[in-house]
């Protein structure tokens, strides 16, 4: 009942439709129920051969038929535009739900799984919402306004045709539960299904330079095997429902003709009547087995909802304080105060006990080998992530208590992976600034040195870069990336390795558009090659979560620590030219 008053919830906006519909539901229902009397009435006509009675029968019909058919038309459209509305406002939630969720859903949910949820599932709710409902409501009028008549034909053949009614609901809810729980798993391995998909799209790269195909292939067709056959129980539960529940309603119309043809023998009812009561017999036979039908479609439904709504319930880990309040125009002060972290209560810590301080406008580096928590430093600074200890400050004020959006509104991020939307150049530089100028827009492409490649692309700033950004090399990503950072105008800089990937002529074009960028504002830089950040004003060298040597260039090497192994690591094959 829970997951029906949740859906109820949604239904509540559009009630004027869905009772337009629901009184469209009913003339369709009466419309339905008035064809039996005159079915009688049509034998009685025939029989007495009286051609007005029989002329006014067929104009009657002609009229209910006629007014049927815009009620049918009313019912179904109404219905529709509440059904579509609903499934539009529940995707719409979704989609701005799943942009709330913090940092850590994405890196433990795949993105099969969200895409299932928020396609396949909520289709499975519109299906249920706009063509069982319109159907379920028309089909039980129809069926108490036929059994209605049929006590006022005979109740005692009524009575004997209603005791198939507690049969055919046991079957109706018995298939109805095995059809939710195979549902349930059907949706769960095309969630699978889509991402297997998601992932060998987005990864065809790397499937081709190992040579993968064949497993993957192989993996994809195991899965989709699998789906085959749990898609394949629901059809056989209903494949079973449908002719069980179509054999019971015989048996019944046997016993019904076998009764009502004692009952005329009998000279208890008139044959007129016994032909009008078969009528409303094959009447409601429809409306039994379409509810049958819609209890499989529903069953769907709610198993699809229970997906929904556990995505739906999800509370973001990292969220504004009850009190938090607007961070001002920073200066750029960042310290760091006791600060350890871990990702979950049962693993060990990934940062420990980090204390430092960087001055408005300085540059700090952060170095060390693969696994140190150089990316986890930086992710503190935007609340992607909250310490598990300690605080973070900036200019004095712990970022817990201040606004997410008035944070990251100041905080520039430039990653190792550029991520470029679908879209136009110009699209992509304005994304944090949707109301930017042309002018603002070329003027940080300068800055950035993208805009000289930009003005030969095949439309300029109107080009499309594809989906990622794949029609741009990784170069032009990066400056592009730049470019949309420095129109956001922020006062904290974050570099993720943003030149690990490039070769040397764009390296070097991109380093000198983050130096530009860098004037003024404080900068995180992660480096990955310590020729980088040789002229940081703070270089901080970090190993298995703990800050180990804090300096300058000069000093650290003097130092002879790990700084020092990992210059000469990086450097030895130019200090030893034989060695080549």
Not at 127 to 138: M, N
Not at 207 to 219: H, L, P, Q, R
Not at 532 to 540: M, S
Request: proline share 3%; no cysteine; aromatic share 8%.
């Amino acid at each position: 009942m829970k997951l029906y008053a949740r859906l109820i919830i949604y239904i509540k906006p559009y009630w004027r439709h869905i009772i337009g519909s629901l009184i469209a539901m009913v003339l369709v229902s009466i419309a339905n129920v008035l064809i039996v009397p005159l079915i009688g009435t049509l034998s009685d006509a025939i029989g007495s051969k009286d051609f007005q009675l029989l002329n006014l029968v067929i104009a009657a019909a002609f009229g209910i038929y006629f007014l049927r058919g815009i009620a049918t038309y009313a019912q179904i459209y109404l219905m529709s535009f509440a059904g579509q509305r609903v499934v539009t406002d529940i995707r719409k939630q979704v989609f701005s739900h799943l942009q709330s969720l913090s940092l850590d859903f994405f890196s433990k949910w795949r993105v099969g799984e969200v895409i299932s949820r928020s396609t396949n599932d909520i289709e499975n709710i519109q299906h249920a919402l706009i063509t069982s409902v319109t159907e379920i409501f028309p089909s039980m009028i129809t069926l108490l306004g036929v059994l209605g008549y049929l006590l006022y034909l005979n109740w005692r053949l009524t009575l004997m045709t209603l005791l198939i009614v507690p049969v055919l609901s046991l079957i109706v809810t018995r298939f109805g539960e095995q059809m939710r729980n195979a549902s349930r798993h059907a949706q769960r391995k095309i969630a699978d299904i889509s991402a297997i998909l998601q992932e060998t799209v987005s990864g065809a790269r790397v499937v081709k330079s190992f040579a993968m195909e064949k497993d993957e292939i192989e993996k994809f067709h195991n899965e989709s095997e699998q789906s085959f056959w749990l898609i394949m129980k629901q059809w056989q539960i209903n494949a079973t429902q449908m002719p069980l529940l179509a054999f019971i309603q015989l048996l019944a119309v046997l016993a019904v003709i076998w009764y009502g043809g004692f009952e005329v023998i009998s000279g208890r009812l008139a044959p007129s009547n016994l032909i009008a009561f078969f009528a409303g017999i094959a009447l409601i036979s429809d409306p039994v087995s379409k509810l049958g039908q819609i209890n499989v479609t529903l069953q769907k439904a709610l198993a699809s909802a229970e997906r929904i709504f556990e995505l739906i319930d999800l509370e973001p880990t990292i969220k504004d304080a009850p009190d938090a309040i607007e961070l001002p125009r920073i200066k750029g002060n960042v310290e760091f105060k006791d600060v350890s972290f871990k990702y979950e209560k049962d693993q060990q810590e990934v940062l420990k006990d980090i204390n430092f301080n960087a001055g408005a406008g300085k540059i700090v580096a952060l170095v060390g080998k693969s696994g140190a928590g150089k990316s986890t430093f930086i992710n503190l600074l935007p609340r992607f992530y909250d310490p598990t200890k300690g605080t973070v400050a900036i200019d004095g004020l712990d970022i817990k208590k201040v606004k997410l959006e008035s944070l990251r509104s100041q905080l520039g991020i430039v990653p190792q992976e550029t991520m470029l939307f679908s879209g136009t150049v110009k699209d992509n530089i304005r994304y944090g600034k949707k109301d930017a100028s042309p002018q603002e827009i070329e003027h940080v492409s300068k800055i950035a040195h993208a805009h000289e490649f930009i003005k030969d692309l095949p439309r300029g700033y109107d080009t499309l870069v594809g989906e990622r950004g794949v029609l741009l090399s990784g170069g032009q990503r990066q400056r592009v990336a730049i470019a949309r950072a420095l129109l956001k105008d922020p006062r904290i800089l974050v570099f993720d390795e943003a030149t690990s990937s490039l070769d040397t002529e764009s390296e070097r074009l991109v380093q000198d558009a983050m130096q530009k960028l860098m004037e003024g504002r404080t900068t995180f830089v992660i480096a990955h090659r310590i020729s980088t950040v040789q002229h940081a004003d703070i270089i901080i060298v970090l190993d298995r979560g703990m800050i180990v040597e804090t300096g300058k260039h000069d000093q650290l090497l003097q130092k002879g620590g790990i700084y020092k192994r990992l210059y000469d690591m990086q450097f030895k094959d130019e200090e030893n030219p034989i060695s080549k």
